[in-house]
């Protein structure tokens, strides 16, 4: 708040004078979307005519002019139809005020918005491209990335924070990975500057990104925006949560007998074998005897090193762990985290590893009964000599039991509006290409608006962009399971992810095989990036690309019998691991789901029942994260998960 209060401060005293502003975007290395009609604008009071001119060393690229309005506020609109770099943009008044941007682009510009897999840092993925990180040099892509903000005030006219930033090894690290990986496929593409600008932040909803006027007959909503718009409910909801917080971390450790003894000392102390018992991980809790634990948990697990190792720096992998922990080799720290979704990635310094028995012992902290060593991740001790497995059997102590849950933060950022408002609406002047949106993941308790409320933010983001049917991509959720109940809302958001596409220039991607069923983020944001720009190729560019998988076209009843024919096949339909397709469900008059054996016909699938029910609906891939005989086209890219009614 005190922010906003300095920013709008700031900018009345420009205009009270004769100061020329412009929005924070435009500074040194920003890149403009080439077009005929690309928006420049700012403030200036006092003046009667504000001219912008793009150079190209001595020659002028572009030129406009224009007359501030009774509120200061101008905008021009630059014809620019070639791409380059190094250009100079001169804001000059008549007044004599003048702003010169050096190292300006001209080439293509996305928006990327959405939740944490939208923000998720390469630094969370380095491991699984460290080629493509080191070779990341390329002044040509500049990544403009806002931080959180949040305000329930109305619209920001300008905005906090951001920069742009080269991809560079000094930079790349903490770049958002599939919006590094996007510019990059469309850097190759189109042999022009890209700029992206990342507008993203783990764990929104869809309505954070959605403007007040979008939940009109929504009293709940409006009533929720009324509430953290009002003096001073922020900062008390604030404190009282993180009161609640603390009380509860501080009876966690307070009464944790393991803190209290040093059990992470271990064998220094003498304790091995006592009251230690034995666990297989990794694995979840509450599938070992420990259900609905919450409390503070302390694992054990000896490893033997050979003497060549001794005092050698390593690295300690556990994958995640549910919630938080602090680990410890040979009763020294080498890492802790403050929550589940990070991997447990830690170096353990020169000095620690000793011939012989080692120990690692871990202090995990369950919040709330579903505490686990996530399974199938790699887990081990290595360096560039030797790996060695963790996996298989530890032992544990129970350091403290607690009877009450973690208390849930209340995340204010995730609040209806509230991004919308701080950090998306005060870049909507700025021209773009398209948009890409990564999100869905925070609202599968409540599938069923998702569709309307995508549809919505679709519309009115072109609406306050005033730029006609911008491209708008969609990544569909990919395969995901760990989390979630049998009967989860995540099938129903793929859907509804589908469906935008009954908008104009509007493409969803299909990431079913690209997800890991144990893990929220997964890591190959690569190819989703990939697949992302095969459709703004085909979308925004124009061009003759397969960018999408099978689409499902008509479903009709032949006999006892239902026959599917698909478009987009390209040379044939197929599955993904050669398999007869599978995934295909069926429901008669009840509405009841039931499997259905499917075999490939040309394009088309032929489904049919053993015991020869009626097939009134047809649905396929409709699972957290379906695998099996995945149906996909001569270019590897899958049908999108569908449901549909059988014809007559």
Request: glycine share 10%; charged share 30%; with cysteine.
């Amino acid at each position: 708040m005190d922010k906003e209060r300095e920013l709008r401060g700031s900018r009345d005293a420009a205009l009270d004078g004769d100061g020329l502003r412009l929005p924070r975007i435009f500074a040194e290395g920003m890149v403009l979307q080439r077009s005929r009609r690309t928006r420049i604008w700012g403030w200036s009071h006092k003046v009667k005519s504000v001219e912008v001119t793009l150079y190209d060393g001595s020659r002028i690229s572009a030129r406009a002019e224009a007359k501030p309005d009774e509120s200061g506020y101008w905008e021009v609109l630059l014809e620019l139809r070639e791409a380059g770099s190094g250009y100079l943009l001169e804001i000059r008044t008549d007044s004599g005020d003048v702003r010169k941007i050096e190292n300006v682009a001209v080439g293509e510009v996305w928006l990327c918005s959405g939740q944490s897999n939208m923000e998720l840092p390469i630094r969370r993925i380095q491991d699984r491209f460290p080629e493509e990180v080191r070779n990341c040099a390329d002044e040509q892509l500049r990544i403009f990335k806002i931080a959180e903000h949040y305000t329930f005030e109305g619209p920001l006219e300008d905005l906090l924070s951001g920069e742009w930033k080269e991809s560079a090894e000094e930079n790349v690290l903490d770049f958002s990975g599939l919006t590094w990986f996007y510019g990059r496929f469309l850097r190759e593409a189109e042999n022009v500057p890209v700029g992206l600008i990342n507008v993203s932040l783990g764990g929104t909803p869809i309505e954070a990104w959605m403007g007040k006027e979008l939940f009109e007959g929504e009293a709940d909503l409006q009533e929720t925006i009324r509430l953290y718009a009002s003096e001073g409910f922020i900062e008390q909801k604030q404190r009282q949560d993180e009161e609640a917080g603390r009380a509860w971390m501080r009876r966690s450790r307070e009464t944790d007998r393991g803190l209290l003894e040093k059990w992470y000392l271990g064998e220094a102390r003498g304790e091995e074998g006592r009251e230690w018992r034995k666990i297989t991980l990794p694995g979840s809790l509450s599938e070992r005897g420990l259900q609905d634990f919450k409390g503070v948990i302390w694992l054990k697990r000896r490893f033997h090193l050979p003497e060549e190792i001794a005092g050698k720096a390593a690295r300690l992998w556990l994958g995640t762990l549910t919630d938080s922990d602090e680990t410890y080799i040979n009763g020294t720290m080498v890492g802790w985290t403050g929550y589940q979704y990070p991997p447990r990635k830690y170096e353990v310094p020169e000095g620690i590893l000793r011939s012989g028995e080692n120990e690692v012992i871990i202090r995990l902290t369950c919040n709330d009964g579903r505490g686990r060593m996530t399974p199938d991740k790699l887990c081990g001790l290595f360096n560039e000599r030797l790996w060695v497995e963790l996996g298989g059997e530890w032992e544990y102590r129970i350091g403290t039991v607690l009877e009450e849950t973690a208390p849930s933060a209340d995340f204010v950022s995730w609040k209806p509006t509230g991004l919308y408002n701080g950090m998306l609406a005060p870049c909507r002047r700025y021209t773009v290409k398209g948009f890409v949106w990564y999100q869905g993941e925070s609202n599968d308790k409540t599938p069923e608006t998702y569709e309307k409320r995508l549809k919505a933010l679709i519309w009115d983001w072109r609406r306050q962009w005033g730029q006609g049917e911008t491209p708008f991509l969609v990544a569909q959720l990919p395969g995901f399971a760990i989390d979630l109940p049998v009967d989860s809302g995540w099938p129903a958001l793929r859907e509804a992810q589908r469906r935008a596409m009954e908008l104009p220039n509007t493409a969803t991607t299909v990431n079913l095989d690209l997800g890991e069923w144990n893990d929220l983020h997964p890591l190959n944001k690569k190819d989703v990036a990939y697949r992302l720009s095969l459709a703004a190729r085909a979308l925004a560019y124009g061009e003759d690309v397969v960018w999408q998988g099978p689409v499902a076209e008509v479903c009709r009843a032949e006999g006892e019998k239902v026959r599917i024919t698909f478009s987009e096949t390209g040379t044939e339909l197929l599955t993904a691991d050669g398999r007869p397709p599978e995934e295909f469900e069926a429901a008669g008059e009840d509405g009841i789901y039931f499997p259905v054996e499917a075999a490939i016909e040309g394009n088309s699938i032929l489904l049919a029942d053993r015991f020869s029910r009626k097939m009134k609906k047809i649905r396929y891939a409709w699972r957290n994260c379906p695998e099996k005989g995945l149906l996909c086209n001569g270019a590897g890219l899958l049908a999108s998960p569908f449901e549909t009614e059988v014809e007559a």
